[in-house]
């Protein structure tokens, strides 16, 4: 396992932006970000591999970019025009072995967490 820790969240008016980060102590070989709003269940938003590849989920295509900067084993997440809906505590995940990224992954994936970030988006 590695220490995940985010930063960045806050709050933003509707079709505002956001950037998040979360810093790994350790490098890791497939990162994620979750998101889960109140009362409902967590959700994938998007992950990498240690290639570069990604995946999204549907509700954040074209509006996120996740990208992560190996040398500093650091992960982010560029949120765009940002909606009320996407209001929700984010969480970083990583794992140190491979994702298959043909399909989001889920969070059974992942053995490390981050303590989570609060994203709220104002209508």
């Known amino acids: 396992q590695v220490q995940l820790v985010e930063s960045g969240g806050g709050s933003v008016q509707a079709g505002g932006s956001l950037s998040l980060s979360c810093a790994a102590s350790?490098?890791?070989?497939?990162m994620a970000w979750f998101r889960q709003a109140q009362g409902k269940e967590r959700e994938g938003v998007a992950a990498i591999g240690n290639f570069g590849g990604t995946i999204y989920a549907d509700s954040v295509k074209e509006r996120f970019t996740i990208s992560e900067d190996n040398a500093k084993n650091t992960l982010y997440l560029q949120m765009n025009s940002l909606k009320p809906e996407d209001t929700a505590m984010y969480y970083c995940?990583?794992?140190?072995?491979?994702?298959?990224?043909?399909?989001?992954?889920?969070?059974?994936?992942?053995?490390?967490w981050g303590q989570g970030t609060q994203v709220t988006v104002s209508s």
């Open positions: 995940a990583a794992r140190r072995t491979s994702c298959y990224l043909g399909e989001l992954p889920s969070e059974v994936h992942f053995d490390s």
């Open positions: 350790g490098y890791t070989y497939c």
